[in-house]
């Protein structure tokens, strides 16, 4: 019975997340509402495939759509590959490449949390002159040193509508993704 609520509060925050009625999304999906009441409720248990339907009809991205799966107690649908990893190799070569095409202005490549995976050596350059070296393999978040006071907003005289921008498109992020990762982070800025 916890999988099934699980399942169903998910659902029911994913559709309002959306702004959707119970008529609307189940007209999306191609079922009865009836039936999309009695899963959101947990009276109801979702087959796998109806989980991937519901989801795609309510726009949920890949690892929201995992969650979901595994709220419902089935197993992820969708592979989530490490950056490292070495079934990645080429892409991580072309990310090189494009990075390296951006000299002599700095370009870097950040995951969905703003954590800094690679950068050029403008990019570098730029960064030890504004705030000093930093230790190798040390874990940068742009998002953090954009909001902190002390580190890039010294330097920037447009930070308040530099900031401005960059929250609103956490946000839309935060939006669009419903992650509790994404979340905190947004959290952390308006902080």
Known sequence: MMGRTNFASKLRWWREHKGLSQLELSHRAEISRRHLSFLELGRASPSRQMVLRLSEALGVPLRQQNALLLAAGFAPAWRETAYEAPELKQITKAL????????????????????????????????????GPIASGAQVNLADALAAPDVLRPFLRNWTEVVRYFVRSVEADAIADGSDATSVLLSGLLA
């Not at 703003?114 to 030890?128: H, I, P, S």
């Open 96 to 131: 090189d490449c494009m990075l390296t095409q951006q000299e002599p202005f700095p370009a870097v490549a950040v995951d969905r949390h703003w954590n800094l995976l690679k950068a050029n050596g403008a990019a570098r350059r730029l960064v030890e002159f504004l705030v």
